[in-house]
């Protein structure tokens, strides 16, 4: 059984960084791909970033890109997600995401998720 289990959020200052991390396991997860969503109060899911676990291929949203990096350490089985230049825009609960599929930024072809973690960015 596919398990994932996320840390590292909290609550920050605008302009400042931090660190998330997944924790995967239940299997072996070459040729998966990662993902990281987010939520905030009344809006809906949405994709932040993503990798594919072989090639480390990434995507971004453009709201974090430049700003956000995906990255993952085979050795740990563990997907990070590093935060630099937060906006009170980024507060939401941040979730991992795993999926046999390619790579893909809709919350559906995703059948796993970890139980969330949230970051809150003040002004």
């Known amino acids: 059984q596919v398990q994932l289990v996320e840390s590292g959020g909290g609550l920050v200052q605008a302009g400042g960084s931090l660190r998330l991390s997944c924790v995967a396991s239940?299997?072996?997860?070459?040729?998966?791909?990662m993902a990281w969503f987010r939520q905030a109060p009344g809006k809906e899911r949405e994709f932040v970033a993503g990798?594919?676990?072989?090639?480390?291929?990434?995507v971004y949203a453009n709201s974090v890109k430049g700003r956000f990096t995906i990255s993952r350490d085979n050795a740990k089985n563990t997907v990070y997600l590093q935060m630099n230049s937060l906006k009170p825009e980024d507060t939401a609960v941040y979730s991992c995401a795993a999926t046999a599929r390619p790579m893909t930024v809709m919350p559906y072809e995703y059948p796993y998720w970890g139980q969330g973690t949230q970051l809150t960015v003040s002004s």
């Open positions: 990798i594919r676990w072989t090639s480390s291929s990434t």
């Open positions: 239940g299997r072996t997860f070459s040729s998966w791909t």
